[in-house]
């Protein structure tokens, strides 16, 4: 840097740090699919052949500014994804992951302090922290002859992707949920040979991480949703009969130990999230029969007692959200047999009536909200052979007829919103 220094402030160390127009920009654009950043340097970041992964400085001072700029405007195509070596990114940990995917972005960001870490300062077009699309992700299950832990993840335009490689203990009967804004859960249920209650935590671009320990007791056949700003609650279950007991979930993925249970004890039943302020809700399953009672989950986490239920009673079914404040339960194992009816849940916490049903009648499928305002119900078990058909729901709460299936068919599985916000 030359000439005359205005408007710089000093790092931590006293050395004075550059202004945006001082930075030493990189001569040579940037197109491979990693970078080691400087301070004080900025980049063109060219990603047209591959995503590019920038790794931050691990010895950070207060002042220290780096600038990454789409030269190709491909980001949108092959995102630039941020990690922060060790620091917190805008008060985050690094293991949150920053994605930045919006077509000729530019990313200003300055060294804060250890509490925010780096902080974006770009008067540009440029979003605060990248948010990755809205999407969903099944996994997990039982393919009739072997448990698994392979995944799928759903676009936010509905389309479910082949399988991934699973990472984990194999389980069926596991539950799954959204938590921390824009990443999901997936705890206990079934393993190789024994109920477990590990868990594992999946980014918001879906990649499933390696077993974590698990709180609570290890169980099946239970069920979990998002609640909050950020939070998750997984309820309800089998462990030597039908428990009520629950598991709260931080925003960091942490699941505390058991919460004496509140409401009817009972195993595969459905939940999911509804309302504008953070409710969400449990409802039917079977406890000596089936049952269509539902339990309300206030925006801190607490279970109300039961509320009688309204539609068909029935269990191993499966719901979404729609509308970004709606719930829809559907299919199941009726008393009369497996169904595919459904049953809309207002923005105030309200179950109406059945509604006829579309699509393959089935059971022990699971089913996520994805793209923001729409829903998915995916595999599942017709008696005649597990499935990998799916349904998706429109921001009317409509279920659209089958679609023929990607990926391995199988039932008793979880899904889970990823990506986008709360």
Not at 198 to 209: D, E, Q, W, Y
Request: hydrophobic share 40%; charged share 15%.
């Amino acid at each position: 840097m030359s000439g005359k220094i205005v408007n710089n402030v000093f790092r931590a160390s006293g050395v004075i740090a550059a202004t945006p127009g001082g930075l030493d920009w990189s001569t040579a654009v940037v197109t491979g699919s990693t970078l080691s950043a400087s301070a004080g340097k900025g980049y063109f970041i060219n990603t047209t052949s591959n995503a590019c992964t920038v790794t931050l400085p691990s010895s950070a001072e207060i002042g220290d500014q780096i600038v990454f700029a789409d030269y190709a405007r491909t980001w949108s195509t092959n995102n630039l994804i941020i990690d922060s070596n060790g620091n917190n990114f805008q008060g985050d940990p690094d293991t949150y992951t920053v994605d930045y995917s919006t077509a000729g972005q530019s990313l200003n960001i300055v060294y804060s302090d250890a509490t925010k870490g780096w902080l974006p300062v770009s008067d540009d077009a440029v979003a605060d922290v990248g948010v990755a699309p809205a999407r969903a992700i099944f996994a997990f299950g039982d393919d009739r002859s072997n448990r698994v832990s392979m995944s799928n993840i759903v676009s936010d335009s509905g389309v479910v992707a082949s399988d991934t490689s699973g990472v984990g203990e194999v389980r069926v009967n596991p539950a799954g949920a959204k938590y921390g804004g824009d990443k999901a859960i997936f705890a206990f249920g079934t393993g190789a040979s024994a109920d477990i209650n590990t868990r594992a935590l999946v980014s918001n671009l879906g990649v499933i991480s390696a077993d974590a320990s698990g709180a609570g007791t290890a169980r099946p056949n239970l069920k979990a949703t998002g609640y909050g700003d950020d939070l998750a609650i997984f309820a309800y279950g089998h462990k030597g009969g039908v428990v009520n007991m629950s598991n709260l979930v931080s925003n960091s993925g942490v699941v505390s130990a058991d919460v004496t249970g509140v409401g009817t004890a009972r195993r595969e039943l459905g939940a999911g999230r509804y309302g504008s302020s953070g409710q969400a809700m449990f409802a039917f399953g079977v406890s000596s029969a089936n049952v269509s009672i539902k339990n309300l989950v206030t925006n801190v986490g607490v279970i109300g007692s039961d509320v009688s239920g309204v539609g068909t009673v029935r269990s191993q079914l499966a719901a979404c959200s729609f509308a970004g404040d709606r719930l829809i339960f559907g299919y199941g194992n009726a008393d009369a047999g497996l169904s595919n009816l459904s049953n809309k849940v207002s923005n105030s916490g309200v179950v109406a009536s059945d509604t006829s049903g579309v699509g393959t009648a089935r059971s022990v499928l699971a089913a996520a909200g994805y793209g923001g305002d729409k829903g998915i119900f995916g595999f599942g078990d017709d008696a005649s052979g597990v499935l990998s058909l799916t349904n998706l729901v429109n921001t009317s709460g409509v279920i659209s007829a089958d679609v023929t299936g990607v990926g391995t068919a199988r039932y008793g599985l979880a899904g889970a919103e990823i990506g986008g916000s709360t």
